[in-house]
T-cell receptor, first 114, second 113 residues
């Protein structure tokens, strides 16, 4: 059963705390992406990665960090520097940057601040 | 600067009617225009997509119309069903720039039985 999994489904963050959102895919896709969705708004790109051990900032990277140590995994850390982290976070993947425009999305993680 | 503007923000249509959602873009370098469907609490799913060398693409009840000179594209949902009630997003990307998607703000569609 191929696809993209994100965990946890809900995550609570305390003030000054870093939290990490998990994204795993078994589609053998090279490219992976992280988006943020705020209520009633479209998705905005946080970071993306074309290949293992490489990633680039998107439009709203401040306060976030990522790593890409394995092809199937692209975790996102929301740092304490992100002052307004409450949002729905979506991970996506595509075959690769050159051949695959179609991005497939995971089910999302909703982050709430306590 | 919002590069992809989507309208309306919401619409209500009767079962069997036609839903029409419009998007306008600014960057003429965009070369891929997908539409995504999203149900509450779920991730978006690709519905249909078009490239700028085609003026129309149809898949089942869903049709994309593309007007390159006007820098506009639209989604038509024919014979709308209650199961089509969802939020729809248009998007655009540039293959040479990493296929990063720029999304419109979304349209919430409610199909009344």
């Amino acid at each position: 059963d191929g696809g993209i999994t994100q965990s946890p489904k809900y995550l609570f963050r305390k003030e000054g705390q870093n939290v990490t959102l998990s994204c795993e895919q078994n589609l053998n896709h090279d490219a992976m992406y992280w988006y943020r969705q705020d209520p009633g708004q479209g998705l905005r790109l946080i970071y993306y990665s074309q290949i293992v051990n490489d990633f680039q900032k998107g439009d709203i990277a401040e306060g976030y960090s990522v790593s890409r140590e394995k092809k199937e995994s692209f975790p996102l850390t929301v740092t304490s520097a992100q002052k307004n982290p409450t949002a729905f976070y979506l991970c996506a993947s595509s075959i690769d940057i050159d051949r695959g425009e179609t991005q497939y999305f995971g089910p999302g993680t909703r982050l709430l601040v306590l | 600067q919002q590069q992809v503007k989507q309208s309306p923000q919401s619409l209500i249509v009767q079962k069997g009617g036609i839903s029409i959602i419009n998007c306008a873009y600014e960057n003429t370098a965009f070369d891929y225009f997908p539409w995504y469907q999203q149900f509450p609490g779920k991730g978006p799913a690709l519905l249909i997509a078009i490239r700028p060398d085609v003026s129309e693409k149809k898949e089942g009840r869903f049709t994309i119309s593309f007007n390159k000179s006007a820098k506009q594209f639209s989604l038509h949902i024919m014979d709308s069903q209650p199961g089509d009630s969802a939020t729809y997003f248009c998007a655009a990307s540039i293959r040479a720039a990493g296929n990063k998607l720029t999304f419109g703000g979304g349209t919430r569609v409610l199909v009344k039985p």
